[in-house]
């Protein structure tokens, strides 16, 4: 539930840039949060911190926040259906599609 009234906060801050990445990290920490996996989510605090930077450049290219959008409903539909690994490929894809926006 937090995660769907966060990604309709995502889908209308969508012309509030400062707004958008402020909700859409709240959408991917809610999500590390919820695998109760501290390791996991020191690891990505860590390397968030790192990628900053170039993921704000990343969103900004054009059609990357729909893109985005899309991907985090594909992943929240799998969490929907409780199947963990349509769930694993959808962050799998978000994670890779993110990555080469960033590159």
């Known amino acids: 539930r937090q ?5 309709a906060e995502l889908e209308e ?10 909700i859409n990290e709240q959408f991917h920490m ?3 949060e919820a695998t109760k996996n501290k390791w996991l989510f020191q690891m990505v605090q ?5 990628m900053k ?13 729909s893109h985005s959008l899309e991907e985090h409903a594909t992943i929240m539909a799998a969490f929907d259906a409780h199947d963990p690994e ?7 894809t978000h994670f890779v599609q ?3 926006a960033a590159g």
């Open 3 to 7: 995660l769907h009234g966060l990604h």
């Open 86 to 92: 349509a769930a694993r490929k959808a962050m799998h």
């Open 46 to 50: 860590d390397l968030r911190r790192v």
């Open 13 to 22: 801050a969508t012309l509030d840039r400062k707004k958008f990445f402020s």
């Open 53 to 65: 930077l170039s993921r704000h450049n990343s969103l900004l290219k054009s059609g990357r926040i």
């Open 98 to 100: 993110g990555l080469n």
């Open 30 to 32: 809610r999500i590390l």
